[in-house]
């Protein structure tokens, strides 16, 4: 787990410097594109369940009901800005949580952390001890269906991640994390988070 957190901090690091450009042209792109403030931070759940405020840029309009899934809005692209759905397309919104890497409250490679109100998903996680390793940024529930998956099989896929957890698996994960951002997998606005068996590889979650 030291060693974990040498490569997050010595990449986040680095990825803040390359990437401050682009942080630049999309803070300009959304105070362009809408009123409110450029970051939106979430009250989420971190390790050991102890919570903590994840940083993302703002996708969203400042009249959206907070701490609300998007899947649980009745009309989410209502409230979504324009220059958000480009984020949210191409997963661009996530970069500030390279912030909640610096400080030690996430890591590159792990399991989403849950908002604070889905007890649901920490009840499941709970049975495969992934409530008690470091979120993540990305991780292997993200590159096996994203957004679609159901909380069962979320939970159970976040186990597996932290039954394999070494070095080997994270690049796994984070080779397999660029080639879905790059095609778009599992970005689903509104989705139930229910799969069909014939657009997916889970029937159940």
């Not at 030291?2 to 990825?15: E, F, N, P, T």
């Not at 009309?75 to 949580?97: A, C, H, M, W």
């Not at 792990?110 to 470091?134: C, F, H, I, T």
């Not at 597996?160 to 984070?174: I, P, T």
């Amino acid at each position: 787990m030291k060693v974990k957190r040498a490569i997050d901090l010595c990449l986040s690091m680095v990825g803040l410097i390359v990437l401050s450009p682009v942080f630049l042209i999309l803070v300009i792109a959304i105070k362009l594109d809408s009123k409110g403030p450029v970051l939106f931070k979430q009250k989420r759940v971190g390790i050991h369940k102890r919570y903590f405020n994840i940083l993302k840029f703002r996708t969203m309009k400042i009249d959206t009901p907070k701490d609300m899934p998007t899947h649980m809005l009745k009309n989410p692209d209502q409230y979504i800005t324009k220059v958000g759905k480009f984020l949210r397309k191409t997963s661009l919104d996530e970069l500030p949580q390279i912030i909640n890497i610096v400080k030690g409250e996430m890591s590159i490679i792990g399991p989403r952390p849950a908002l604070w109100n889905q007890s649901d998903l920490l009840e499941e996680r709970d049975k495969y001890g992934a409530n008690d390793v470091m979120p993540g940024l990305t991780g292997w529930a993200q590159i096996n269906g994203r957004d679609e998956l159901e909380i069962p099989e979320k939970a159970k896929l976040d186990g597996e991640y932290v039954a394999k957890m070494s070095f080997f698996f994270d690049f796994r994960c984070f080779l397999g994390t660029i080639l879905s951002v790059l095609k778009s997998d599992g970005v689903v606005e509104g989705g139930t988070g229910k799969l069909k068996s014939k657009e997916s590889k889970y029937a159940n979650k």
